[in-house]
Each structure stands twice: as C-alpha cells, then as structure tokens.
C-alpha cells in the first residue's frame, strides 16, 4: 500500500541554461589560455637556459676534440718517425715545469721576450 505519490514538474529554461553553458565554456577557455601561457614561457625558459647552453657547449667539445685530433695528426707528421722520442721528451719536460697553466703562460711568454730582447738587440 503506498502513501501517496509525489510529482515533480521541471520547465527547463533553455536560454538560461544556455547562458551558463556559455559561461563555463568562457571560463574554461580562460583558464587554457592562462595555462598556455605558463607553458609557453617555460619553453621559452627552459630553450634559453637549458637547451641553448647544451648545445653551446657540445658544439664547444666537438671543436675542442676536431682541433686535438688535428694537433695530433701535426705532430705524427711533423715528427714521424721520431714520436716516441718526442713523447718521452715532453713527459720530462712535464716533470721538470711547474704543471699550473698561468706558469707554462708566463714561461712561455718570458721565452717570447726573450727572443724579442735578442732580436732588438741584433738589430740594434
């Protein structure tokens, strides 16, 4: 046996549910533009200081190792067959310097004006 019985009627506005559809699709767009934003400025950052950097850096290296390599294939064809004469020399020579770079610098660059002096004085 029932009690009774209840009836709801709902009349559904379509211009104001409309409305607020329209509103939140408003806000929604909002918030992704905001978000896009951030996103994009993080890219921006992270090619700046990270990407940028690295490849500096690689492009560095590859150079450094291309003018090694260089160096080496000089110094094979300069001294041929004398290389392990001269290998042995520069490792004496390395424990008889100072093995900082400001020292081999200013030692280079003393012999420098020592030649300079010498060549002054030749000419003078």
């Not at 549910?17 to 929604?28: C, H, L, P, Q």
């Not at 992704?32 to 700046?48: E, R």
């Not at 000089?74 to 424990?95: A, L, R």
């Not at 004006?113 to 004085?121: H, P």
Request: glycine letters at 8%.
């Amino acid at each position: 046996m029932s009690d009774g019985r209840v009836v709801i009627d709902v009349d559904l506005d379509k211009a104001k549910a409309m409305g607020g559809i329209s509103d939140i699709n408003k806000e929604v767009g909002s918030m992704a533009k905001s978000i896009s934003g951030v996103m994009k400025d993080a890219g921006k950052n992270m090619t700046k200081y990270v990407t940028l950097p690295l490849v500096a850096m690689a492009t560095g290296m590859g150079k450094a190792a291309m003018d090694l390599e260089a160096t080496e294939a000089k110094y094979y064809t300069v001294f041929g067959n004398m290389s392990d004469q001269s290998d042995e020399f520069i490792k004496e020579f390395q424990k008889l310097t100072p093995a900082t770079k400001a020292e081999a610098r200013s030692m280079a660059s003393g012999i420098q004006d020592f030649e300079n002096k010498s060549l002054m004085l030749a000419i003078a």
